[in-house]
């Protein structure tokens, strides 16, 4: 079992900045890839953005690519989101998960944090 933490979302206005954490405990050592996503009121879960644990390989959502940057500090089984230039459209509850090593899909979940853009 994997357990994840996130931390660090609160109220800011357009065009601010936020970084989001989070903490794996638990067996971390089977993550394979590590990742964001999101879900705003009344709309689907998606995706943000993704890193492979080993390699630091990263990739992007379209609507953050450029704006957001994800990265992971192994020793502290910590990721981050760096979330830069933000827009109310970024709005949402920001979700951690985490894809252990022959998962089909990401296989554990933090609780949610949420973010709040103003315009």
């Known amino acids: 079992q994997v357990q994840l933490v996130e931390s660090g979302g609160g109220l800011v206005q357009a065009g601010g900045s936020l970084r989001l954490s989070c903490i794996a405990s638990?067996?971390?050592?089977?993550?394979?890839?590590m990742g964001w996503f999101r879900q705003a009121p009344g709309k689907e879960r998606e995706f943000v953005a993704t890193i492979r644990w080993s390699t630091a390989g990263t990739y992007y959502a379209d609507s953050v690519k450029g704006r957001f940057t994800i990265s992971r500090d192994n020793a502290k089984n910590t990721v981050y989101l760096q979330m830069n230039s933000l827009k109310p459209e970024d709005t949402a509850v920001y979700y951690c998960?985490?894809?252990?090593?022959?998962?089909?899909?990401?296989?554990?979940w933090g609780q949610g944090t949420q973010v709040t853009v103003s315009s």
């Open positions: 638990g067996r971390t050592s089977n993550t394979y890839r």
């Open positions: 998960a985490a894809k252990t090593a022959y998962a089909d899909e990401y296989n554990y």
